[in-house]
């Protein structure tokens, strides 16, 4: 038996939207998948490891995970960032995915077994107006989510973060903030209008839909520490299972005062990538969630460390899942959310059924919880001929702008 790496191929497709695979093959044919989507971003990570990773594995033994992971980590000798940090959990699920095929066991189980039966999850739900997110809500529960993420615009701003703008009732949610037209959209921003808004949205839905329902909301970095102690106070009525993003994390610090004036439950950290990023924000028990991703925070082998590390301190995992995550991105994150001790919430963001046409999953859904399924490895194969109909096409996330002018988080 040889476990060497044969080949490493970055294929780039996009099924609806743009993901980067990484597909290691050892002597002996054995595959393993790993994602690298950084939204918007692609090709920087493309061009990192098509130019710079790729020939450092060839010959090396793909069962060495951890070993590669610490070589690539710090042979770079310029550490952490997006890019870096998405191109080593790329290639650190794909030699996970390598290692459970080879033992014919789920990753979950070389990870220490099932810590649990399922995976709970959040759908999300948006509306143009509060009649139009209860709609989304009565959808989602009725597909059989428990914990729902709300979103609605804001009356008298022209955009909202995570509503799909003109979308009519009942169609299936599709936001998917990336877009193909042209450069980036800009949305304005309004904090005082979302400010006095919110606590009437969710008062509403509590009102119509009751205390049963997991409630959640993604404030996606654009208040300031005083509007995030704010928001999160006026929302303590509502019982909110967290409240995500409130400032940008640039300043950890920020969060001690908002944590001084609410108990509502904090979650942050998608656009971490690193254990050194979460240290003030776990160590202090500022947040209550870690919302890193498999993807952006150097793949199983590091989320798995930021997991341990934040159970330490009483803070549980809260993996990001929206569609830029690909299906890869997704098992690799349920092996590890089945596993872990300290496990919060998993986002379940559905991805457009062309996704299903290349990448082919065992992962399932069933009320309200997901499972990773028990195929050996990750339990995702990629299909060559369909991802050849899905050419890459280039995509910008929004960007933001205040009435003024001024730019601001998106
Ligand atoms: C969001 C993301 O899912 C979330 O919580 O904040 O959808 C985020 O906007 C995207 O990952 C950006 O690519
Ligand atoms: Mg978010």
Not at 144 to 150: H, S
Not at 263 to 273: K, Q, Y
Not at 349 to 354: E, G, I, L, S, Y
Not at 365 to 390: N, T
Request: contains cysteine.
């Amino acid at each position: 038996m040889s476990t060497r790496i044969r080949s490493f191929e970055v294929l780039v497709s996009a099924p609806s939207r743009n993901f980067v695979t990484v597909r290691i093959t050892t002597d002996d044919g054995v595959v393993g998948l790993g994602d690298a989507t950084l939204n918007g971003r692609e090709l920087a990570v493309v061009a990192y490891l098509r130019e710079h990773v790729a020939a450092l594995m060839i010959g090396r033994d793909a069962l060495r995970i951890e070993d590669t992971w610490q070589f690539l980590y710090r042979s770079a000798y310029w550490r952490r960032g997006p890019v870096t940090m998405s191109a080593i959990a790329a290639v650190d699920m794909a030699l996970w995915d390598i290692t459970g095929r080879i033992a014919g066991m789920p990753v979950y189980q070389l990870l220490g077994g099932a810590s649990r039966d399922g995976v709970l999850c959040y759908a999300h739900a948006a509306g143009n107006d509060l009649d139009a997110l209860a709609e989304a809500v009565r959808q989602r529960q009725q597909e059989g989510f428990r914990a729902i993420r709300l979103q609605v615009a804001v009356p008298g701003m022209a955009a909202g973060y995570g509503v799909q703008k003109g979308a009519r009732r009942g169609e299936r949610y599709a936001y998917e903030p990336a877009t193909r037209a042209g450069l980036s959209v800009e949305q304005g921003w309004d904090a005082r209008a979302y400010l006095s808004y919110l606590p009437h949205v969710f008062e509403q839905m509590r009102g119509e839909f009751g205390a049963g329902p997991m409630f959640l909301h993604d404030a996606h970095h654009r208040l300031t520490p005083i509007q995030a102690a704010r928001l999160g106070a006026s929302l303590e009525p509502y019982d909110l299972f967290w409240l995500e993003d409130v400032t940008p994390v640039d300043n950890p610090e920020a969060l001690r005062l908002v944590r001084e004036h609410t108990t509502t439950p904090l979650a942050i950290g998608e656009v971490l990538n690193t254990v050194w990023d979460f240290r003030t924000l776990v160590q202090e028990q500022l947040i209550d969630y870690v919302r890193a991703s498999v993807t952006h925070a150097g793949g199983i082998t590091h989320l798995k460390r930021i997991f341990e590390f934040a159970a330490m301190y009483q803070v549980k995992s809260g993996s990001h899942g929206p569609t830029d995550i690909s299906p890869v991105g997704m098992a690799a994150a349920l092996h590890l959310d089945l596993a872990i001790h300290n496990f919060g919430m998993q986002e379940y963001m559905q991805h457009d059924p062309r996704v299903g046409e290349v990448f082919r999953t065992s992962y399932t859904f069933d009320d309200g919880m997901l499972h990773p399924g028990d195929a050996p490895g990750l339990g995702v194969d990629y299909d060559d001929e369909a991802a050849a109909g899905f050419p890459y096409a280039p995509a910008y996330l929004p960007a933001a702008r205040l009435a003024d002018g001024t730019a601001h988080e998106w």
